[in-house]
């Protein structure tokens, strides 16, 4: 036991040391993470943390002096600063870790702005700091920190630039809106004695304007304008294209307190001109602004509908931006003061260019003028297959109906029918086909229109006389899908990529009997749109389907592959026929239309079960243009879709 005591008096020794040592180097790390946790760099992540959430509370501010600054004052500051960016924070990064020299230290910060239209303004600052007497350490607050020149009171503003604005180009690489005059209609009013009757006379004046003006001038609060208005103001009416001034011109000229302002704006070659496909240019509505906070402001001027809508983006390129430091005046409004802190020069938008032909849509738009229900005219070049001419109406606005209507084509879809039939050697032109005044089908029971009746007729005066009862008693003959088979042969149902919306078409297809024989004559379940129909055409007089194309810059990026070449013998039959139609047929008033020979094929298509309720079409060709008219509840095509198409055909240049 004597021996063993200093042993264990020994071991107790080195084991208090052991614990000593062990706690000496406990309580240097615990001091060496406090010296972290506490270092500038949690200040500056703090402080930047904060401003972005616009909660400094965490932070401690002092001034230049070492003043302390409350956290909500700088708060405050920051949102002041920023100006018009304050609603949009920048992103903030601490660049590498504080230089540290006594109790003052600095450390740099990326700022990252993102203006309008993501545009990016990047810049370093130092963020300088002190240790206070808590040995913490505190950010020292200059408004140099958010942007070198800013001082106390200043702002950030934003001043937008728009870009030039690109053109819609034609075939001919020409803006198809271009300047062009107009004469603003205005009233002084101390020279007006009776403004009722100023009011009623303007108003029946600009009611005689042909083509109608759309939408009519409202003139029903005009006397409370005037009445607001300073007595020698210029209080406007309405902007008027110098052809429809001329036309008024006599009757408004010299009435009491009108003035007249003429100048120069861009505009199209007339108010209708290819409308619906081109859409329109229009200050920045309420639903753009709100849909669009970052890319639209009040005044910008923004497409609508069509092309002009579709490629916005593209055409108003990007807008220029400059920021710039704003300071209260002496009235508290702010005013520039002269300082540019960042700077995008504008970008001028890129042009589309279009297939369309100016004379072309004009003769389009001209023969639809007078006509009061929906309607279209599409006219395609059967050389190449370029859109030369979109129309609708009634008026300037509205649906495309040319490309996008989706509707039973009638009769004109015996064009198709009469190709199947040939391809399948199931008939001849002067093959002799029954044309009796009903067929019936499954219990269905087909007529004609007016139930005429032709007898025993050689096939190609079923299709110039236009006979429903024939082409429902062939229908057998083109079996379940032979209609679907010549319908894409000449492109229908095909995946078209035109740039813009169009229906390519759907043809029935293995229906019921009864369906079938309907579908032989353009009834059933078959619908297409006039550009489907003009693009058949041309497939016709062409002899070979090429989808009808309308960009050319920006090129679309997957058209239709072009078709095989049509069987000759079956083509140039149904070429031969279509010209009967109009030498001979329903087409005959088109006869007499100079130029070169026309050929084509009416239609009249009834939309629901009442047989009175029908939609009017023709479809044909002129030379090197081949056409489609499309009359909405259009009732005969020989009253209404014929005269459209000859007023066209007459139209166009010779």
Not at 156 to 162: F, M, P
Not at 577 to 603: F, H
Not at 625 to 650: D, H, M, Y
Request: aromatic fraction near 6%.
């Amino acid at each position: 036991m004597h021996l063993s005591y200093p042993h264990r008096t020994g071991h107790s020794h080195l084991r208090r040391a052991l614990v000593a040592l062990t706690a000496t180097a406990l309580a240097a790390g615990s001091l060496s993470a406090c010296s972290d946790s506490d270092g500038p760099e949690r200040s500056v992540d703090a402080f930047l943390t904060g401003w972005q959430k616009g909660d400094l509370q965490a932070v401690g501010f002092v001034d230049a002096t070492g003043a302390k600054i409350p956290a909500a004052e700088i708060t405050q500051q920051l949102k002041d600063l920023s100006g018009e960016l304050a609603s949009t924070p920048p992103k903030l990064t601490r660049q590498g870790d504080p230089k540290i020299t006594a109790d003052t230290a600095t450390a740099g910060i990326r700022v990252e702005w993102t203006l309008p239209g993501d545009t990016r303004w990047t810049y370093d600052r130092q963020v300088r700091m002190t240790r206070g007497g808590d040995d913490q350490w505190q950010v020292i607050w200059e408004p140099q920190v958010v942007q070198e020149k800013l001082t106390k009171g200043d702002r950030l503003g934003l001043r937008r630039d728009a870009g030039a604005r690109a053109g819609v180009l034609d075939g001919a690489g020409q803006p198809i809106v271009a300047p062009r005059p107009v004469v603003r209609v205005g009233i002084q009013p101390n020279q007006v004695p009776d403004v009722k009757d100023l009011v009623g006379k303007l108003d029946a004046a600009f009611r005689a304007i042909r083509p109608a003006l759309v939408p009519s001038v409202d003139l029903s609060d005009l006397p409370k304008r005037l009445a607001e208005a300073d007595p020698g103001a210029f209080v406007e009416v309405v902007t008027l294209r110098e052809d429809a001034y001329r036309q008024i011109k006599p009757r408004i000229y010299d009435l009491p307190g009108t003035k007249f302002q003429s100048e120069k704006l861009d505009l199209a070659p007339t108010r209708e001109f290819a409308r619906a496909l081109l859409g329109s240019v229009d200050p920045a509505q309420a639903d753009d602004l709100t849909a669009h906070p970052d890319k639209y402001v009040a005044g910008d001027l923004v497409g609508h509908g069509g092309l002009q809508g579709r490629y916005d983006d593209r055409l108003r390129g990007k807008p220029g931006l400059t920021v710039i430091i704003e300071r209260p005046g002496e009235d508290g409004k702010l005013v520039p003061t002269g300082t540019e802190v960042f700077h995008r020069d504008p970008e001028p938008g890129q042009a589309l260019k279009t297939t369309l032909d100016v004379a072309t849509q004009n003769a389009a738009d001209a023969a639809l003028r007078a006509e009061r229900r929906r309607a279209a005219v599409v006219a395609v070049r059967i050389s190449d297959g370029a859109v030369l001419a979109a129309a609708n109406g009634p008026g300037p606005a509205g649906e495309n109906l040319a490309f996008t209507a989706q509707v039973p084509p009638g009769s004109t879809f015996k064009m198709v029918s009469a190709l199947g039939l040939l391809d399948k050697g199931a008939v001849t032109p002067d093959a002799p086909v029954d044309c009796p005044k009903t067929f019936e089908v499954e219990g269905r029971s087909f007529k004609n229109s007016d139930n005429f009746a032709l007898g025993r007729v050689p096939f190609r005066t079923d299709f110039a006389k236009s006979c429903n009862t024939a082409f429902a008693a062939l229908a057998p003959k083109l079996g379940g899908d032979g209609l679907a088979v010549a319908g894409r042969s000449l492109g229908l149902e095909g995946q078209w990529d035109l740039g813009v919306d169009a229906f390519s078409g759907k043809v029935s297809v293995n229906g019921s009997g009864a369906e079938q024989a309907a579908a032989a004559f353009g009834q059933g379940t078959t619908v297409v749109s006039p550009l489907a129909m003009a693009g058949a055409t041309a497939a016709v007089a062409r002899g070979r389907f090429e989808q009808p194309k309308l960009l050319l810059d920006p090129a679309p990026a997957k058209p239709a592959a072009a078709g095989p070449q049509l069987r000759p013998e079956s083509v140039e039959a149904v070429r031969a026929m279509m010209r009967e139609v109009v030498t001979a047929g329903t087409g005959d008033a088109l006869k007499d239309v100079p130029g070169q020979p026309v050929y084509g094929k009416t239609g009249t298509a009834e939309y629901d079960n009442n047989p009175a309720h029908t939609h009017a079409w023709f479809v044909g060709w002129q030379g090197d243009v081949a056409f489609a008219v499309f009359v909405e509840q259009g009732g005969s095509s020989t009253a209404s879709a014929v005269p459209i198409a000859e007023r066209f055909l007459r139209a166009l240049p010779r």
